[in-house]
């Protein structure tokens, strides 16, 4: 029931910039821990950073510092900006909404980040 659209991917040169986006259909948004997670061909899945609720975030030691993950509830949306990018950093990024009190958990479709000079 809870719909995820994630924007802002695209090719970008080693050291860039670049900022996701996803946005949310349906109720509760606040009540939803919000994530990025990604992942490369042949690998697995992997968290990249999670928002609490409550506004409290966790990320992957390989993105800490560069990384930052914000949430706007009034407009149901949740932000990875990304900063210095690696050709490592290359992947599928997915957008994330999970309620464990509930059962909820939800995907996004994905957007292609591509990290390459």
């Known amino acids: 029931q809870v719909r995820l659209v994630e924007s802002g991917g695209g090719l970008v040169q080693p050291g860039g910039s670049l900022r996701l986006s996803c946005v949310a259909s349906g109720s509760l948004f606040s009540s939803y821990t919000m994530g990025w997670y990604r992942q490369a061909p042949g690998l697995e899945r992997e968290l990249v950073a999670v928002?609490?609720?409550?506004?409290?975030?966790t990320y992957a030691d390989s993105v800490k510092g560069r990384f930052t993950i914000s949430r706007d509830n009034a407009l149901k949306m949740v932000y990875l900006q990304m900063n210095s990018l690696k050709p490592d950093d290359t992947a599928v990024y997915y957008c994330?909404?999970?309620?464990?009190?509930?059962?909820?958990?939800?995907w996004g479709q994905g957007t292609q980040v591509t990290v390459s000079s």
């Open positions: 928002i609490s609720s409550c506004g409290y975030t």
């Open positions: 994330n909404a999970n309620w464990i009190v509930v059962k909820g958990d939800y």
